[in-house]
């Protein structure tokens, strides 16, 4: 569930929505949609991967003793 604030008039809006309304306005043009896929998952993948030694320590220190 997505939180909505109507009152905030900003020109982005969340990664689907954003490429909804790029396959609206385009049309299903597959190489400028796999650019945009690209633009919109690129930060959450450099954000993991700077974090990678803290996400995996984090699962090592909550793991289970069996």
């Known amino acids: 569930m997505t ?3 109507s009152f905030i008039r900003q020109p982005w809006h969340g990664g689907s929505l954003g490429l909804n309304k790029f396959v609206s306005q385009h ?3 597959w190489g400028a949609l796999m ?3 690209t633009m919109v ?3 959450m993948i450099v954000l993991f991967l700077v974090a990678q ?3 995996v320590q984090g699962i090592v220190l909550t793991g289970l003793k069996g």
Do not use: D, I, K
Request: proline residues 7%.
């Open 35 to 37: 650019a945009a896929s």
């Open 53 to 55: 030694r803290y996400f």
């Open 3 to 5: 939180l909505n604030v």
């Open 27 to 29: 049309g299903t043009e």
């Open 41 to 43: 998952a690129a930060p």
